[in-house]
Every structure is written in structure tokens, then in C-alpha cells.
């Protein structure tokens, strides 16, 4: 700060302080602390020029207190309170906070002065201790370095209060995440304590201190490196952390210490040395009489002994495992020691026996507490679920978790805002919970990430543009007519009738017809549609291995009855895409031999697929297309059955605005929902039903059309009335359904008198 920003400024920070005897100028080549000390002011020299208690008191807190500093002679205390002052924006907020900087920041000036570095010390440490609000975490830190330069000062401890300094140096450190920082100041405060038998307050050796916290820094930045996957630095790491838990003299240090060494190892396939150590932990705890760390110990030796093929040894110590924890009544590790059985005996083919102990375990946390506590929270699939989702909705206006047992949940969104982040600005990525519940779809659009999903994408965009959606309109309205034809039974009965199942054969219709080529007849064959009944089935079954968390194992999954009954649907599935395809590539040799391509009208979804190429002329592998086809056959019917399905019941909760859509639609299809001045009050993210942003729906406008034709169709031909006797439960799965089916009756729009 130069001269003039003190004295020649049009607005001064302080007021120039002057000898009135000599009339002393301050330099404007100098900085003031420059000036200052060239030309002090001693507490005792004149003060005539100086402002008096009245005038500060007009002044703001800060400069008054600045003003004193220089005024009492402590230059170097204005320094650094000036600098402390220009970081501190609300310290005239804190008077208290302020006085105590001023008393203490003289004391240790007055200290240094005189060679008291201790006492200097003292005060500075004393200020950190003062500073312990969160938004004071820099004076905090500020305080400590300066305690710290005094200790380094100070020779008449042994380097006590230097080391203590470097403690607290490194906690500040380890508390923002800078691993290495604090390393390197608790590495100094364990030299500074060996050999010494210094105590803390509660009588606790200092250079055990020492090893712990080096202990606890080492063990992070191993964990760190492994995340980065450096794992010979980690290893190193994690060595040293071992060696600081030894010579801490502290054995459950030394265990835990021991068991991530192992697991490091284990992670690099070197079993070998992963088993030492684990042995080290499970030494350490039998002497400890620690069932819970033991129970791990042989839990990590069998893991090693399996990826080594040694299966039979492996066991051994998983039923060492499982004794130990029926022993202790660890239920929770009693669970994981049925699973890591069951798993063995299930690679040893031993299937009975595997089944037998995922059935235990699944008992066992059936009845954990925590299950039991889970279970009063989850959704039981009564028709209710979706009220407390609004509930929840409510209370929480922005976003919530939903878990589904311990290990997973579900972040739901319901604020355009979010939605807006979320959907708009995040990178895709793999669809973490789609994928490993739904399976049977394979690595489609749906759950695809990165540049497959890219490229995907991009090669199927042209199979949904206006020109190819346009003649699928008429291939729509026909699939529909066959739907309403089949309900003149119920208008003519006025019967209730279940709508779900019919709307669902008409969408599987009509994405055969539009998609791939194919009459399939299904409305009109007699019997359950097995394609229908396998992706219901699917559904039901994704829904309950979401809700069930020992179903989140694969291996339980698998052998349990649900298991194989979702293979068996995924089977029918599966062998339904992959007749489609057979008789489409068929077709399509035909037609290539007979020139016919080139003359058709349109080409569908499937044509698109199977000629797609990018721009290394490069097409989708057989993989790629079954499970674009499965993708595409399962969002293009179910998705658009349900919507349909569940705008047919609320038109027929809602007469009058069934009568306007009516209306709109023997006139020109304008629905009030989306009326531009209601359209400009609502948010673009606010009604998503086909997703935003770069992963939203490819298919949104074939689903759309779809949806318009069959509510026209259907309006222009009947009334739908609802059946107070059937009120539908709904039943959120992966689409939404509803526990005792969607019920509404029927009768002629001309025949309404």
C-alpha cells in the first residue's frame, strides 16, 4: 500500500499521523509499512495530531481499531490486521471478534519484542482456538501458521510447542482434503515426538498420536491411488500406514491396518501376500476376542482362495465364517457368509446345496431389523404407492430418494428445474438400475451410454422422421378399428370389460404393422397373446427384484422360482424378436432379388435397422439389431398401452372434458392442456412424459400419433363411462398398470340420447 492511498487519497483510509514538531512528509516512493517503520510512533511521543476518542467513535469499527494499533506503537499488529481486514468483509459485524484479534495480536507483538517467543506462541495459538465458527476456518489456519513460525522460534521446549503446532497444522490440512499437505506436517510432528515422552491432556503419548494420524493420512491416500487404479503407489501407502499402526503399540490399529494391506494386495491378484496379512488380522483378532473383524479375516482368505481356484479350502473358511458369526449373533455377517457359500457351491455345480444357503441367507435378512424397519417404508403394491409418492412429493419439493433395500435407490425429480439439469446437462451414462433389472432388452437405446449409444442413435434417427411416421398413421387407425370393432360386444351389453388387454394387443398390432411389416392378428386370435403375457410377466418381475433386496444377488435371483420364470418370459421374449427379424431379412432377400425395395412405399423401423450404415459403412451387428428390435417392440406397445389406457379411464371420470374432446375432435384434434396461454405459464421441463434433452425418447412422435388416433377413433365412436364398481388401483412398475386391472363401460356415441 503506498503512501499516498494513506495520505494523499481524496478519501483516506485513516487519518495521516504526523510530529507536528518536525512536520514529517510521508514519501510517496515508499510503502507505508516501509514509512512506518522508518518513522515510528512511540506510544509515549506526542499525540496532539491524533483523532480523539469522540472522533473515532465516528468512524467505522475497523478503522478505529487500526487507528489504535498505530497510535499505541504496534506497527506490526496494523499490518496484520490491516491485511486480515481486507479478506474480512462482515468483521464489523463481530465487535467482540475484533477487540479480541486487537488484544491479543499486541500481546504477541509485545512478546516477540522482547524474545518471549513461547508467550508469542501462546496468544497466536490462543486466536486459534477463538476462531471456530465455519466461516472463520481461514482465520483458524491463519493463526495456526503464525503459532507455528513462533514455535519454530522458540528453543527452550525441545520443540514441543512446535510440534504441537504441525498436529493441529495437519488436521486443518487433513479437514479440506489436501492429503499431502497434512502428511507432510504430521510426518514432522512424528520426528519432533520420537524418543520424547510427551503427553496430551488426557495422558495419552504424543508419538502414538503421531503414528495415528499418520496412519489415518497414509490409509487415505491409499484409498485414493486405488481409486485412481495406482496401485503400486498404494500398496506403498497403505505399507506405511501398516508400519505407523506397529509402532503405535495400538493392536486393533494393527488389524484394521493389516486387513486393507490385504485387500490392497487382493485387488493386484496378489493373493499370495493378501493371505499373509489377512492371517496377521485374524491373529490379532482371536487375541482381541473380535468375532466381527475375525469373521472378515476369513471371509477376505476365502475370497483369495477362490479367484485361486482353491474352492474346497475356500469353504472350509467360510464355515469357519459362519460359525463365528452364529457364535457371536451377527446375523448381518451370518447372511454374507450363507451368501459367499452358496456362491462357491453354486461354481462347484453343487446346485442344491448353493440353494440351500441362499435360502438361509435369505431368511436371516428377512428377519435383520433393519429389513423389518425397510419393510414399513417400502411400497407394497396395494394401490397405494403412488400416494405416497405425492406425499413425499409434497414434503419434499424438490427431489427425494426412494431405496430399495440397503444398497440401492432411486433419486426422484419433480422440479423443472432439476428435471432441466438433470435431463438437459448431464452426460448420458449406462442406465445403471434399467440394465441390471431389465435385462431382456439387451444394450439397446434404452440403457446404451458413450459413443455406442451415439452412434446408435444416430443410425436409427432417420427410421422416425415425418416422412417415415406419415403412412403409419393409416396402418394405426386400421390396428384401432379392430380394437372398437371387438367392443361393440360391451356397448351393445353395456358390460364392464378390463380396457388394459385390449389397448395392449392393439399397440402390439399396430408397432408390428408400422415397425416391421407384419400382420401378427394377435387381436384377433383367440387365447392369451404369449408375447403380451411374457413382457407382463417381465414387468412383474422387474418390479418385485426391485423390491426385494436379496433378489439384487444374481445368484439368489437365479435360483429362486422368480428366476426362472423371468428367464422363461425373457425366452418367449426373446424368441418372438428374433422371428420377426428371421422372417424380415427373408422378406427384405426377396425383394432386394425381385428390385421391389426401391417401389415401396415406406420403409419401416426394421428395413432401417437391418440397412443402417455409418459412415465406414459399417452396419449393426445381428447383437445390436435383436436388442434395438427387443427395445423398440417393448417401449412402442406397453409405454403407449398404458397411456392410452389410463386416458380412457380419466375421460371416463371426467364426462365433460370428454364431451370437449369430443367436440375438438369433430371438429379440428386442440386440447386444452396445451393452449399456448397455457403452455407460456408452464415450464418446458414441467411435463416430460417423453424425457429432455439428448437421451430424450427417439420414438415420441410414432407414440404420439398413436395415442391421438386410437382417442379420436374411440371418442368419435363411443362414450366411455366409468364403472363406480372398479376403481383401479394403481400399480407403478416399469410402466404404470394397476393392481385389479382398468374397468370402464361403454355404449355408441350415436345412440346417446
Same mark, same amino acid.
Given at each position: 500500500?503506498?503512501?499516498?492511498?494513506?495520505? %494523499?487519497?481524496?478519501?483516506?483510509?485513516?487519518?495521516?499521523?504526523?510530529?507536528?514538531?518536525?512536520?514529517?512528509?510521508?514519501?510517496?516512493?515508499?510503502?507505508?509499512?516501509?514509512?512506518?517503520?522508518?518513522?515510528?510512533?512511540?506510544?509515549?511521543?506526542?499525540?496532539?495530531?491524533?483523532?480523539?476518542?469522540?472522533?473515532?467513535?465516528?468512524?467505522?469499527?475497523?478503522?478505529?481499531?487500526?487507528?489504535?494499533?498505530?497510535?499505541?506503537?504496534?506497527?506490526?499488529?496494523?499490518?496484520?490486521?490491516?491485511?486480515?481486514?481486507?479478506?474480512?468483509?462482515?468483521? #464489523?459485524?463481530?465487535?467482540?471478534?475484533?477487540?479480541?484479534?486487537?488484544?491479543?495480536?499486541?500481546?504477541?507483538?509485545?512478546?516477540?519484542?522482547?524474545?518471549?517467543?513461547?508467550?508469542?506462541?501462546?496468544?497466536?495459538?490462543?486466536?486459534?482456538?477463538?476462531?471456530?465458527?465455519?466461516?472463520?476456518?481461514?482465520?483458524?489456519?491463519?493463526?495456526?501458521?503464525?503459532?507455528?513460525?513462533?514455535?519454530?522460534? *522458540?528453543?527452550?521446549?525441545?520443540?514441543?510447542?512446535?510440534?504441537?503446532?504441525?498436529?493441529?497444522?495437519?488436521?486443518?490440512?487433513?479437514?479440506?482434503?489436501?492429503?499431502?499437505?497434512?502428511?507432510?506436517?504430521?510426518?514432522?510432528?512424528?520426528?519432533?515426538?520420537?524418543?520424547?515422552?510427551?503427553?496430551?491432556?488426557?495422558?495419552?503419548?504424543?508419538?502414538?498420536?503421531?503414528?495415528?494420524?499418520?496412519?489415518?493420512?497414509?490409509?487415505?491416500?491409499?484409498?485414493?491411488?486405488?481409486?485412481?487404479?495406482?496401485?503400486?503407489?498404494?500398496?506403498?501407502?497403505?505399507?506405511?500406514?501398516?508400519?505407523?499402526?506397529? #509402532?503405535?503399540?495400538?493392536?486393533?490399529?494393527?488389524?484394521?491396518?493389516?486387513?486393507?494391506?490385504?485387500?490392497?494386495?487382493?485387488?493386484?491378484?496378489?493373493?499370495?501376500?493378501?493371505?499373509?496379512?489377512?492371517?496377521?488380522?485374524?491373529?490379532?483378532?482371536?487375541?482381541? #476376542?473380535?468375532?466381527?473383524?475375525?469373521?472378515?479375516?476369513?471371509?477376505? @482368505?476365502?475370497?483369495?482362495?477362490?479367484?485361486?481356484?482353491?474352492?474346497?479350502?475356500?469353504? #472350509?473358511?467360510?464355515?469357519?465364517?459362519?460359525?463365528?458369526?452364529?457364535?457371536?449373533?451377527?446375523?448381518?455377517?451370518?447372511?454374507?457368509?450363507?451368501? /459367499?457359500?452358496?456362491?462357491?457351491? $453354486?461354481?462347484?455345480?453343487?446346485?442344491?446345496?448353493?440353494?440351500?444357503?441362499?435360502?438361509?441367507?435369505?431368511? @436371516?435378512?428377512?428377519?435383520?431389523?433393519?429389513?423389518?424397519?425397510?419393510?414399513?417404508?417400502? *411400497?407394497?403394491?396395494?394401490?397405494?404407492?403412488?400416494?405416497?409418492?405425492?406425499?413425499?412429493?409434497?414434503? =419434499?419439493?424438490?427431489?427425494?430418494?426412494?431405496?430399495?433395500?440397503?444398497?440401492?435407490?432411486?433419486?426422484?425429480?419433480?422440479?423443472?428445474? =432439476?428435471?432441466?439439469?438433470?435431463?438437459?446437462?448431464?452426460?448420458?451414462?449406462?442406465?445403471?438400475?434399467?440394465?441390471?433389472?431389465?435385462?431382456?432388452?439387451?444394450?439397446?437405446?434404452?440403457?446404451?451410454?458413450?459413443?455406442?449409444?451415439?452412434?446408435?442413435?444416430?443410425?436409427?434417427?432417420?427410421?422416425?422422421?415425418?416422412?417415415?411416421?406419415?403412412?403409419?398413421?393409416?396402418?394405426?387407425?386400421? $390396428?384401432?378399428?379392430?380394437?372398437?370393432?371387438?367392443?361393440?360386444?360391451?356397448?351393445?351389453?353395456?358390460?364392464?370389460?378390463?380396457?388394459?388387454?385390449?389397448?395392449?394387443?392393439?399397440?402390439?398390432?399396430?408397432?408390428?404393422?408400422?415397425?416391421?411389416?407384419?400382420?401378427?392378428? /394377435?387381436?384377433?386370435?383367440?387365447?392369451?397373446?404369449?408375447?403380451?403375457?411374457?413382457?407382463?410377466?417381465?414387468?412383474?418381475?422387474?418390479?418385485?427384484?426391485?423390491?426385494?433386496?436379496?433378489?439384487?444377488?444374481?445368484?439368489?435371483?437365479?435360483?429362486?422360482?422368480?428366476?426362472?420364470?423371468?428367464?422363461?418370459?425373457?425366452?418367449?421374449?426373446?424368441?418372438?424378436?428374433?422371428?420377426?427379424?428371421?422372417?424380415?431379412?427373408?422378406?427384405?432377400?426377396?425383394?432386394?432379388?425381385?428390385?421391389?425395395?426401391?417401389?415401396?412405399?415406406?420403409?419401416? *423401423?426394421?428395413?432401417?435397422?437391418?440397412?443402417?450404415?455409418?459412415?465406414?459403412?459399417?452396419?449393426?451387428?445381428?447383437?445390436?439389431?435383436?436388442?434395438?428390435?427387443?427395445?423398440?417392440?417393448?417401449?412402442?406397445?406397453?409405454?403407449?398401452?398404458?397411456?392410452?389406457?389410463?386416458?380412457? =379411464?380419466?375421460?371416463?371420470?371426467?364426462?365433460?372434458?370428454?364431451?370437449?374432446?369430443?367436440?375438438?375432435?369433430?371438429?379440428?384434434?386442440?386440447?386444452?392442456?396445451?393452449?399456448?396461454?397455457?403452455?407460456?405459464?408452464?415450464?418446458?421441463?414441467?411435463?416430460?412424459?417423453?424425457?429432455?434433452?439428448?437421451?430424450?425418447?427417439?420414438?415420441?412422435?410414432?407414440?404420439?400419433?398413436?395415442?391421438?388416433?386410437?382417442?379420436?377413433?374411440?371418442?368419435?365412436?363411443?362414450?366411455?363411462?366409468?364403472?363406480?364398481?372398479?376403481?383401479?388401483?394403481?400399480?407403478?412398475?416399469?410402466?404404470?398398470?394397476?393392481?385389479? %386391472?382398468?374397468?370402464?363401460?361403454?355404449?355408441?356415441?350415436?345412440?346417446?340420447?
Amino acid at each position: 500500500m503506498s503512501s499516498a492511498a494513506v495520505s %494523499g487519497s481524496r478519501t483516506p483510509l485513516l487519518p495521516d499521523i504526523h510530529n507536528p514538531d518536525k512536520q514529517r512528509k510521508t514519501p510517496t516512493s515508499k510503502s507505508f509499512p516501509e514509512w512506518i517503520k522508518e518513522n515510528p510512533v512511540h506510544p509515549a511521543a506526542e499525540k496532539t495530531q491524533i483523532p480523539t476518542e469522540h472522533e473515532i467513535a465516528q468512524k467505522p469499527l475497523r478503522h478505529s481499531v487500526c487507528v489504535e494499533l498505530l497510535r499505541e506503537g504496534f506497527h506490526r499488529s496494523y499490518e496484520q490486521m490491516f491485511a486480515l481486514l481486507q479478506r474480512w468483509d462482515g468483521a #464489523e459485524e463481530h465487535p467482540h471478534k475484533l477487540h479480541t484479534l486487537q488484544q491479543h495480536l499486541t500481546r504477541a507483538e509485545s512478546a516477540e519484542r522482547d524474545g518471549q517467543y513461547g508467550e508469542a506462541y501462546d496468544s497466536h495459538m490462543l486466536l486459534a482456538r477463538f476462531f471456530t465458527e465455519p466461516e472463520d476456518e481461514w482465520l483458524k489456519h491463519h493463526f495456526l501458521q503464525l503459532a507455528l513460525d513462533s514455535a519454530r522460534k *522458540f528453543k527452550m521446549d525441545s520443540g514441543k510447542r512446535e510440534a504441537e503446532a504441525n498436529l493441529y497444522m495437519g488436521q486443518v490440512y487433513l479437514q479440506k482434503g489436501q492429503l499431502e499437505r497434512a502428511r507432510e506436517h504430521y510426518e514432522v510432528f512424528y520426528h519432533l515426538t520420537l524418543g520424547r515422552t510427551w503427553q496430551d491432556p488426557s495422558g495419552r503419548m504424543q508419538h502414538s498420536r503421531s503414528c495415528e494420524e499418520l496412519q489415518k493420512v497414509f490409509t487415505l491416500l491409499g484409498q485414493r491411488l486405488l481409486q485412481e487404479q495406482d496401485h503400486a503407489y498404494a500398496i506403498k501407502m497403505f505399507t506405511k500406514a501398516y508400519e505407523m499402526a506397529k #509402532e503405535s503399540g495400538d493392536g486393533g490399529s494393527e488389524r484394521e491396518a493389516a486387513y486393507r494391506l490385504g485387500l490392497a494386495y487382493q485387488s493386484t491378484g496378489n493373493q499370495k501376500t493378501a493371505k499373509q496379512f489377512f492371517s496377521v488380522c485374524m491373529e490379532i483378532s482371536t487375541t482381541l #476376542e473380535n468375532a466381527d473383524s475375525l469373521g472378515r479375516a476369513y471371509e477376505a @482368505i476365502a475370497k483369495s482362495l477362490e479367484s485361486e481356484g482353491k474352492l474346497t479350502e475356500a469353504t #472350509e473358511y467360510l464355515e469357519k465364517f459362519v460359525e463365528i458369526s452364529l457364535n457371536s449373533r451377527q446375523d448381518r455377517n451370518l447372511e454374507k457368509a450363507y451368501m /459367499c457359500l452358496g456362491n462357491i457351491l $453354486s461354481l462347484r455345480k453343487q446346485y442344491d446345496g448353493a440353494h440351500e444357503h441362499f435360502g438361509r441367507a435369505y431368511e @436371516i435378512a428377512c428377519n435383520l431389523a433393519s429389513l423389518v424397519r425397510l419393510q414399513k417404508a417400502q *411400497f407394497h403394491q396395494d394401490g397405494h404407492d403412488l400416494e405416497k409418492v405425492l406425499k413425499w412429493s409434497a414434503q =419434499y419439493p424438490f427431489a427425494f430418494p426412494l431405496w430399495f433395500g440397503p444398497s440401492l435407490s432411486i433419486l426422484n425429480i419433480h422440479h423443472p428445474s =432439476y428435471v432441466k439439469t438433470i435431463l438437459t446437462t448431464t452426460e448420458p451414462k449406462d442406465d445403471y438400475a434399467y440394465k441390471f433389472f431389465i435385462p431382456w432388452l439387451g444394450d439397446g437405446l434404452l440403457v446404451s451410454a458413450g459413443q455406442k449409444w451415439f452412434r446408435h442413435r444416430r443410425l436409427l434417427t432417420p427410421g422416425f422422421h415425418y416422412d417415415v411416421l406419415k403412412p403409419y398413421v393409416k396402418l394405426v387407425s386400421d $390396428s384401432t378399428k379392430v380394437m372398437l370393432d371387438k367392443w361393440e360386444v360391451y356397448a351393445k351389453s353395456e358390460e364392464s370389460f378390463e380396457l388394459f388387454k385390449h389397448v395392449s394387443l392393439m399397440t402390439l398390432d399396430s408397432i408390428m404393422k408400422c415397425a416391421f411389416s407384419c400382420n401378427s392378428n /394377435c387381436q384377433t386370435d383367440s387365447g392369451t397373446n404369449p408375447y403380451i403375457q411374457a413382457v407382463y410377466d417381465l414387468c412383474h418381475l422387474v418390479n418385485l427384484r426391485f423390491r426385494v433386496f436379496p433378489y439384487h444377488s444374481k445368484a439368489i435371483f437365479h435360483l429362486s422360482p422368480h428366476g426362472y420364470k423371468f428367464r422363461k418370459a425373457s425366452s418367449i421374449a426373446h424368441n418372438h424378436t428374433e422371428e420377426v427379424i428371421r422372417r424380415r431379412k427373408e422378406v427384405l432377400k426377396i425383394e432386394k432379388e425381385q428390385g421391389i425395395v426401391k417401389n415401396k412405399r415406406y420403409l419401416d *423401423f426394421l428395413d432401417i435397422l437391418l440397412s443402417a450404415r455409418d459412415e465406414h459403412q459399417q452396419g449393426l451387428s445381428d447383437e445390436d439389431i435383436r436388442a434395438e428390435v427387443d427395445t423398440f417392440m417393448f417401449e412402442g406397445h406397453d409405454t403407449t398401452a398404458s397411456g392410452i389406457s389410463w386416458i380412457f =379411464y380419466n375421460l371416463a371420470c371426467n364426462p365433460e372434458h370428454q364431451e370437449k374432446c369430443r367436440e375438438e375432435i369433430l371438429q379440428v384434434f386442440d386440447p386444452l392442456r396445451f393452449l399456448p396461454e397455457n403452455v407460456a405459464k408452464r415450464s418446458p421441463h414441467a411435463f416430460v412424459p417423453f424425457s429432455a434433452g439428448p437421451r430424450n425418447c427417439i420414438g415420441q412422435n410414432f407414440a404420439m400419433n398413436e395415442m391421438k388416433v386410437a382417442v379420436a377413433l374411440t371418442l368419435k365412436k363411443y362414450r366411455l363411462i366409468k364403472d363406480p364398481q372398479h376403481t383401479p388401483k394403481m400399480l407403478p412398475q416399469v410402466v404404470l398398470r394397476s393392481v385389479n %386391472g382398468i374397468h370402464i363401460k361403454i355404449k355408441p356415441v350415436e345412440n346417446d340420447s
